[in-house]
């Protein structure tokens, strides 16, 4: 260990800078008397330096000898006072905010926490400073060095919102049961980037990988004591470094280049890689939380406290705390921590975590903040894929189709609505047919796009699709908080029998597939961005469990052998991907007019009713409605080519039939078409070419693809 007085060093950049002769760190925090850089030794033992010069609010030193993988951490000296909003507190180790990897886990202890906390049993009074030493029971930042990593040839995707397909996953839960992935790599971002685990993912045919939280994340420590812990990971605590649970090889910075070779396999395969980021509030959770980084070195700066009473947090996530992003640190360290995983990390875009929050500037949300602003003039974020979780849970937080131009949002109307339709919930059509075309009551008055929406039927957050018709109710029991956890408006349907007992009906069990297909075909065909979720295409279930947070096991690992227990349902994706691709006409770039393109064609779309006629006024509003035609004028696409020219394709009438019993339905003859031939039924019961005018029979609950013959 290097015990030599530190040099004065740089104040820029931020975080710790390997060099040649000696390693640069500097820590922002303008309100600290002092900061104590702690180096520690493989058997543990702490040496500290303090940082000999202060620059613009950023204490700053070199200490030679310092070589890569080093674990370190800071000491902040300064005034405990939580009535002002500080809570400084050396007895503390911080994990430096621009730490480019990290080193070990949280221990539950009582030492983890700034405040005076008796036992993990007793929380203690969060405004009495604890000097317990917590070193010992926390992570530490770790020394990377900017060693060069080999990105020839790579190059990202960049494939168009108009055809994207999203995958939401977990890099542990999709491997850890993968059997074509050598097990030591299962869990790991080398297992993602594994030729069995690519090779599954180009086959279904999606385009892009939203991967769950993968920044440096802890478990809670009240979680941790009871023996559980946080498997999803929206519980941030380093903004730049890789999750080092999901490295196989190393945590001293082997991650960072682990994680960069996931990224280059994916690309090589033409996947790109989105990142599910949580900016909006920290693992240090609310005032009785525990001390890991921002809280000990400039807390009033990095969170939302509130103006009556500074020793507590503004709680716009639900958390216990709000990051602040309006403050211009905060606002630079979510800038930069953005730029880097570009940049260096080569990652293709980001969805943000209550995205609604990040906006907020004092209070309420600002489309017009410093946040969306500064992105929205970024050269380098402009140019990525920016996907919003369009609400928080604070007041004004709700905000589905207000988000500026580049954005795009998880759509969760079209959720509700989908699963609504399908469960016999739904007022009429109406609302469907909205959210089939690509929601234009949300996104067109501000001149947006149809891939704005991002349509989604079940994401983490929820059941899972084989769950949604297997349960009318959560069953959360396993996550130690008696079932109070997890959302209770499933807009679910059991088809009656909750769960799936081994004495199914096999009525009931058919059903609950034709379910399954029904709503996995309507959002691959609707007009948006489609995300599925990991595992929905081949039947995943976790047991009733709306909420897995804290299931890091079977219930939340993806089961690979469902894929040939079901093997219909990975079938049907692929399918349905596939004519996605082939097709424009289900991926508009441009919303549907409800007119022709060229004078006495035919309309872009149209609407029938089960005559055979075009929906009447009264027939929209009429809630009784079940079954809805939709017709999709391959001739009527309003985008054009790269050169200017003309896109046109095939023209396809799709049904959706919800009612209980089955329907006769007329095909739309005259101008429409000639006859029709069957592409896909979700009852697999029509086949065949039937010509306009004749009358097919839907089975209830199903869909009814036709290609147009003209």
Known sequence: MNDTTPWPGHWSPLGATFGPEATNFALWAPDAEQVELCLFAEDGTETRHVLPNRTFDIWHGAVPGVRAGQRYGFRVHGPWDPSAGQRFNPAKLLVDPYARAVDGELVAHPAVFGHARPSMAKGGDHTVRGDADSAPYVPKSVVVAPEPFDWRGDAAPRVPWAETVLYETHVRGFTMRHPGIPEELRGTYAGLAHPAAIEYLTDLGITTVELMPVHQFVSEPDFLHRGALNYWGYNTLAFFAPHNAYAASGTRGQQVSEFKAMVRALHEAGLEVILDVVYNHTAEQGDGGPTLSFRGIANEAYYHLDPAGPSRYLDYTGTGNTFRVAHPAGLGLVMDSLRYWVGEMHVDGFRFDLASALARSMHDVDMLGSFMTVIGQDPVLREVKLIAEPWDVGPGGYQVGEFPHLWTEWNDKYRNTVRDHWRGAAAGVRDLAYRLSGSSDLYADDRRRPYASINFVTAHDGFTLRDLVS???????????????????????????????????????????????????????????????????????????????????????????????????????????????????????????????????????????????????????????????????????????????????????????????????????????SSYQVILDTADVLDGEHPAGATVTLTDRSCLLLRVVD
């Not at 396993?478 to 499933?490: C, L, P």
Request: hydrophobic fraction near 35%.
């Open 471 to 673: 349960y009318d109710h959560k069953h959360n029991e396993a996550n130690g908080e008696d079932n109070r956890d997890g959302t209770d408006d499933n807009r679910s349907w059991n088809h009656g029998v909750e769960g799936d007992p081994d004495d199914l009906a096999p009525v009931v069990r058919e059903l609950r597939l034709r379910q399954i297909r029904n709503m996995l075909t309507t959002m691959l065909l609707s007009t948006g961005v489609p995300m599925l979720l990991s595992g929905d295409e081949m039947g995943r279930t976790q047991g009733g469990n709306n909420n897995a947070y804290c299931q890091d096991n079977e219930i939340s690992w993806m089961d690979w052998s469902l894929s040939e227990q079901y093997p219909q349902l990975v079938e049907l994706v692929q399918r349905l991907l596939q004519l996605r691709r082939q097709h424009p006409v289900v991926r508009q770039r441009r919303f549907f007019e409800g007119a022709p393109v060229v004078e006495g064609g035919r309309k872009d779309i149209a609407w029938f009713a089960p005559s055979g006629a075009e929906m009447t006024d009264a027939e929209w509003y009429d809630g009784s409605l079940r079954t809805l035609g939709m017709y999709l004028n391959g001739e009527g696409i309003r985008s054009r080519g790269p050169r200017g020219e003309r896109i046109v394709d095939d023209s396809f009438l799709f049904w959706v039939h919800a009612g209980p019993e089955p329907l006769d339905v007329t095909l739309p003859g005259g101008i429409w078409a």
